[in-house]
């Protein structure tokens, strides 16, 4: 399987509930970084794991979690969710060093009610 | 920290002509990469070219080349034989070597290109 496959493309919530947003990544591809991109401004780095450890995290909250699955897929979920969480969430995988960029998804945008 | 600057938030350009797009970033990383991403409607960032800052050879690819300027620490995107197709938010980013590294984006350009 090629490309970065997410799902699902649109979500509506109300604010205090939970979701959970999923990335199957291509196979091979050991890293996975979650990115929330808010309208008319770059993505903001959220989370990263390698081989399903958690290796890196960006300034966000802890309600913001997430586990990458030995089948190259995975998930962000985030608890209480707020209106300010309105944003395009992204995935990004790589299956090897830093310098050959990430391949990214589409994308799920989700708007909080 | 790292961070990434892009101070032009619109540019367009017409069909056939060149356009740069401009960037500037700070590190005390001395083993870095750049890159750029195009983000059309679709949402999908697409890489478009990136550079090893240990090289110093400009990268190209295609229509697009860099400027790549270690010591002003400046990073700029021509596109030449501008393309309908281009049209889309463009997005630098820097990633570095070592744990816990991570793709860090500047706020983008709008690029309209003109028929």
């Known amino acids: 399987e090629t490309g970065v496959t997410q799902s699902p493309t649109h979500l509506i919530k109300t604010r205090g509930q939970q979701v959970t947003l999923r990335c199957s990544s291509q196979s091979g591809h050991n890293t996975v970084s979650w990115y929330q991109q808010a309208l008319g401004q770059g993505p903001q780095f959220i989370f990263q794991?390698?081989?399903?450890?958690?290796?890196g995290r960006g300034n966000f909250p802890p309600r913001f979690s997430g586990l990458q699955f030995p089948n190259y897929s995975s998930e962000l979920n985030v608890n209480a969710l707020e209106l300010d969480d309105s944003a395009l969430y992204l995935c990004?995988?790589?299956?090897?060093?830093?310098?050959?960029?990430?391949?990214f998804g589409s994308g799920t945008r989700l708007t909080v009610v | 920290a790292q961070t990434v600057t892009q101070s032009q938030p619109e540019m367009s350009v017409q069909e056939a002509e060149t356009v740069t797009l401009s960037c500037t970033y700070d590190?005390?990383?001395?083993?870095?990469?750049l890159f750029w991403y195009k983000q059309p409607p679709s949402r999908q960032m697409i890489l478009v070219i990136r550079?090893?800052?240990?090289?110093?050879q400009n990268a190209t690819e295609n229509r697009f080349s860099v400027n790549f300027q270690k010591a002003a620490k400046s990073f700029s995107l021509k596109i030449s034989d501008s393309q309908l197709g281009d049209t889309a938010m463009y997005f630098c980013a820097f990633t570095y070597t070592g744990a816990n590294s991570k793709l860090t984006f500047g706020k983008g350009i709008t690029l309209s290109v003109r028929p």
């Open positions: 990004a995988s790589r299956d090897g060093p830093e310098r050959y960029g990430y391949t």
């Open positions: 794991y390698y081989r399903e450890e958690e290796n």
């Open positions: 550079q090893e800052a240990y090289k110093q």
């Open positions: 590190t005390s990383e001395s083993n870095y990469y």
